[in-house]
C-alpha cells in the first residue's frame, strides 16, 4: 500500500489585493511513529492574486535553493532547480483526476468548528484562533481486501483580520476529484477556516483495521503525524512579473509524479527504502 495519494500538502495562499504579500515560514512534521523522519523547511512565499511563489532555504523537505510557482490558482505547480538549470511541472488537476478515479472510499465524514479564546500576536499581528475537528473512514481495496481506517484531524489555525482580503486557499479548494466522498473532504479542509493563517497545526490520528495475521511481526494499528507551520514576518510588497516565471534557458524534464515531499500518504507500512 505504499505510495498512496490521498491529498498533496503543499499549500498555497491566494489574496486579490493589488499589492503582492510576501512572507516567511517554518514547517516541520513529526510522527509518533521511530520510523518516519522529522522533516522540516524554512521558506519565502510572494502570493499576487493568482500567481504565487515559494522558495525553499532551509530545511530537509526540499534542497534550499530551489523554489515552486505557479501562475493559475496552482492547478499547475512548476518545481525549480537553479543548480540543475531545469524545472518539472505538476498538473494538480491530472492528480485530483487520478484520485478520483482510484478505489479511495470515503465515508461517515464528520466536522465541527470552534472558536477558542486565545488570541496572542504572531508576526506583528493580533490573530484569531479557531479549532476544525474532521472524523470519516477511509477504505482501500487491496487484491481484493478491504483495508479500512479511522481517521480524526484536529486543525488549529490562528488567523489575522488585518488582510482583510485574504482567505485560506489550498489548490484543493479549486480542484473536483470527481468522487463526491473525496471532493466533500476536500471541501471541508479547505473552506471551513477563514483569515490568513499566521499559524496552523494540524493533528492527524489514524487508526487502522488490519485482517488477522499470523506473521509473528506487529504491525501497528495506529499512526499519528503533526504538521506544523507558522510565519516569523509578513508584509505587502510592490507586484513583479519576473518572480513567476521561469528563465528561458531552463529546461523541463518529466517525472513519473509529483516529488514525495510534496505529497502525503496513507499506509501503515515502513516507507521505501
Same mark, same amino acid.
Not at 112 to 125: F, H, L, N, Q
Not at 186 to 211: I, K
Not at 222 to 241: A, F, G, H, L
Given at each position: 500500500?505504499?505510495?498512496?495519494?490521498?491529498?498533496?500538502?503543499?499549500?498555497?495562499?491566494?489574496?486579490?489585493?493589488?499589492?503582492?504579500?510576501?512572507?516567511?515560514?517554518?514547517?516541520?512534521?513529526?510522527?509518533?511513529?521511530?520510523?518516519?523522519?522529522v522533516t522540516d523547511l524554512t521558506a519565502r512565499a510572494v502570493i499576487d492574486g493568482d500567481r504565487s511563489r515559494v522558495d525553499f532555504v532551509g530545511g530537509?523537505?526540499?534542497?534550499?535553493?530551489t523554489y515552486v510557482i505557479s501562475t493559475d490558482g496552482s492547478r499547475r505547480l512548476q518545481f525549480?532547480?537553479?543548480?540543475?538549470?531545469?524545472?518539472?511541472?505538476?498538473?494538480?488537476?491530472?492528480?485530483a483526476t487520478a484520485?478520483?478515479?482510484?478505489? +479511495? &472510499?470515503?465515508?461517515?465524514?464528520? $466536522?465541527?468548528?470552534?472558536?477558542?479564546?486565545?488570541?496572542?500576536?504572531?508576526?506583528?499581528?493580533?490573530?484569531?484562533?479557531?479549532?476544525?475537528?474532521i472524523t470519516y473512514d477511509i477504505s482501500v481495496t487491496m487484491k481484493s481486501i478491504a483495508l479500512k481506517q479511522h481517521v480524526r484531524t484536529e486543525?488549529?489555525?490562528?488567523t489575522t483580520s488585518q488582510f482583510p482580503s485574504a482567505t485560506v486557499m489550498s489548490?484543493?479548494?479549486?480542484?473536483?476529484?470527481?468522487n463526491p466522498e473525496i471532493d466533500r473532504l476536500l471541501e471541508v479542509e479547505s473552506t471551513r477556516v477563514t483569515g490568513f493563517p499566521l499559524r496552523q497545526t494540524v493533528t492527524t490520528r489514524a487508526v487502522a483495521d488490519l485482517p488477522p495475521s499470523r506473521s509473528e511481526i506487529k504491525t501497528p494499528t495506529s499512526r499519528t503525524i503533526v504538521r506544523e507551520m507558522w510565519?516569523?514576518? +509578513? &508584509?505587502?510588497?510592490?507586484?513583479? $512579473?519576473?518572480l513567476f516565471s521561469i528563465p528561458p534557458a531552463y529546461r523541463r524534464t518529466d517525472v513519473q509524479e509529483a516529488p514525495k515531499a510534496a505529497r502525503e500518504t496513507v499506509?501503515?507500512?515502513?516507507?521505501?527504502?
Amino acid at each position: 500500500m505504499k505510495n498512496l495519494l490521498v491529498t498533496v500538502a503543499l499549500t498555497l495562499i491566494a489574496a486579490s489585493a493589488s499589492a503582492a504579500i510576501q512572507y516567511e515560514f517554518v514547517q516541520k512534521n513529526t510522527s509518533a511513529d521511530p520510523v518516519e523522519p522529522v522533516t522540516d523547511l524554512t521558506a519565502r512565499a510572494v502570493i499576487d492574486g493568482d500567481r504565487s511563489r515559494v522558495d525553499f532555504v532551509g530545511g530537509n523537505l526540499y534542497p534550499p535553493g530551489t523554489y515552486v510557482i505557479s501562475t493559475d490558482g496552482s492547478r499547475r505547480l512548476q518545481f525549480v532547480d537553479p543548480t540543475k538549470q531545469w524545472y518539472t511541472e505538476v498538473n494538480t488537476t491530472s492528480v485530483a483526476t487520478a484520485l478520483g478515479a482510484s478505489n +479511495i &472510499r470515503i465515508s461517515n465524514l464528520k $466536522s465541527s468548528m470552534e472558536t477558542r479564546d486565545d488570541r496572542p500576536v504572531i508576526a506583528g499581528y493580533p490573530t484569531e484562533h479557531s479549532r476544525l475537528t474532521i472524523t470519516y473512514d477511509i477504505s482501500v481495496t487491496m487484491k481484493s481486501i478491504a483495508l479500512k481506517q479511522h481517521v480524526r484531524t484536529e486543525v488549529d489555525t490562528w488567523t489575522t483580520s488585518q488582510f482583510p482580503s485574504a482567505t485560506v486557499m489550498s489548490f484543493l479548494s479549486g480542484l473536483r476529484t470527481g468522487n463526491p466522498e473525496i471532493d466533500r473532504l476536500l471541501e471541508v479542509e479547505s473552506t471551513r477556516v477563514t483569515g490568513f493563517p499566521l499559524r496552523q497545526t494540524v493533528t492527524t490520528r489514524a487508526v487502522a483495521d488490519l485482517p488477522p495475521s499470523r506473521s509473528e511481526i506487529k504491525t501497528p494499528t495506529s499512526r499519528t503525524i503533526v504538521r506544523e507551520m507558522w510565519v516569523t514576518s +509578513i &508584509r505587502e510588497v510592490p507586484p513583479d $512579473s519576473a518572480l513567476f516565471s521561469i528563465p528561458p534557458a531552463y529546461r523541463r524534464t518529466d517525472v513519473q509524479e509529483a516529488p514525495k515531499a510534496a505529497r502525503e500518504t496513507v499506509t501503515f507500512d515502513p516507507p521505501a527504502k
